[in-house]
C-alpha cells in the first residue's frame, strides 16, 4: 500500500494542503512559479504551510525524495512520472552536450533546471567525444558551484560519465594528438580539479524515460 503524502501548495490557483498529487497537480500545473512540496505527515504539512514556501521550498530532506518545485510543463505527467517526479531536485543543474560527429566537434551548457536559463557554455571545442563533453560538463558544474558556496544537485544524462567523476579517470578510447589537444587539457584540469577539491553537491542521473528530455539537451538527437 502506497504511504499518505501530504502536498502543500504555497503557491499556486488555491494554496493549501491536498493529500492526493492530481489534486496538487491541478493547483499548480499551469500555474507561473507554483511553489509546492510533498510531505510524509499531515503535522508536517500543516507546520510548513504556516511556515510559508521561503522556509521550506527548494530543500531537500534527507532522503532527498521530497516533490518540491516551480511547476513548468502544460502536459500532464504520464501515470509512470506522477510516481518518479517527486524524486526530481528543480533546485539544481543540468548539464547536457552537443556534438557533431562522435568523435567531432562538441560544446556543453548547463542550465538552471527550474528555468532553463544558461548558467554557462563552453565551445565548440574542435575534437572530443560525447562522454568527454558530459564528463567536462559535470565538472565545470562542481567547480562553478563551490565558487558560489552552493550545494545544488547536477544532473547528467550519461552514466558513462558520471562514472568517470565518481572514480576521478576518464575510460576512452580518443586519442591524445593535435587535432585533440584542447579537449585533453579541458580533462586533464578537470580531473586535477576532482582530485585536489571536496564538495557536498550531489550529482544524479537525469532519468531520461520517466522525466523527458534533460533541460539542458542541445535537440541533437
Not at 490557483?13 to 497537480?25: A, H, L, R, S, V
Not at 506522477?82 to 552536450?97: F, H, M, T
Not at 571545442?125 to 547536477?154: D, Q, R
Not at 544524462?157 to 576518464?170: M, Q
Request: aromatic share 12%; charged share 30%; proline share 4%.
Amino acid at each position: 500500500m502506497a504511504k499518505q503524502k501530504y502536498y502543500v501548495v504555497w503557491v499556486g490557483n488555491t494554496p493549501g494542503i491536498y493529500t492526493k498529487w492530481p489534486e496538487c497537480q491541478s493547483q499548480v500545473a499551469q500555474f507561473k512559479d507554483a511553489k509546492f512540496k510533498s510531505y510524509d505527515s499531515q503535522a508536517e504539512a500543516e507546520q510548513a504551510y504556516r511556515d510559508g514556501w521561503k522556509q521550506h521550498w527548494g530543500k531537500k530532506k534527507p532522503e532527498g525524495k521530497a516533490l518540491s518545485g516551480t511547476y513548468q510543463s502544460n502536459k500532464s505527467p504520464s501515470p509512470k512520472s506522477k510516481a518518479s517526479i517527486e524524486a526530481i531536485d528543480y533546485n539544481s543543474i543540468s548539464v547536457d552536450v552537443g556534438t557533431r560527429g562522435n568523435p567531432g566537434p562538441i560544446e556543453y551548457r548547463g542550465v538552471d533546471t527550474q528555468t532553463g536559463e544558461v548558467i554557462f557554455a563552453q565551445g565548440p571545442i574542435p575534437k572530443g567525444t560525447n562522454n568527454l563533453g558530459e564528463f567536462l560538463a559535470i565538472v565545470h558544474s562542481l567547480a562553478y558551484l563551490k565558487k558560489e558556496g552552493s550545494t545544488k544537485t547536477v544532473y547528467s544524462d550519461s552514466r558513462t560519465a558520471l562514472k568517470w567523476v565518481r572514480e576521478k579517470r576518464v575510460a576512452t578510447t580518443l586519442e591524445r594528438d593535435e587535432s585533440t589537444k584542447e579537449v585533453w587539457s579541458l580533462v586533464d584540469r578537470a580531473l586535477h580539479w576532482l582530485e585536489t577539491n571536496q564538495y557536498d553537491n550531489q550529482v544524479r542521473k537525469w532519468e531520461t524515460k520517466e522525466w523527458g528530455e534533460i533541460k539542458a539537451d542541445y535537440g541533437r538527437k
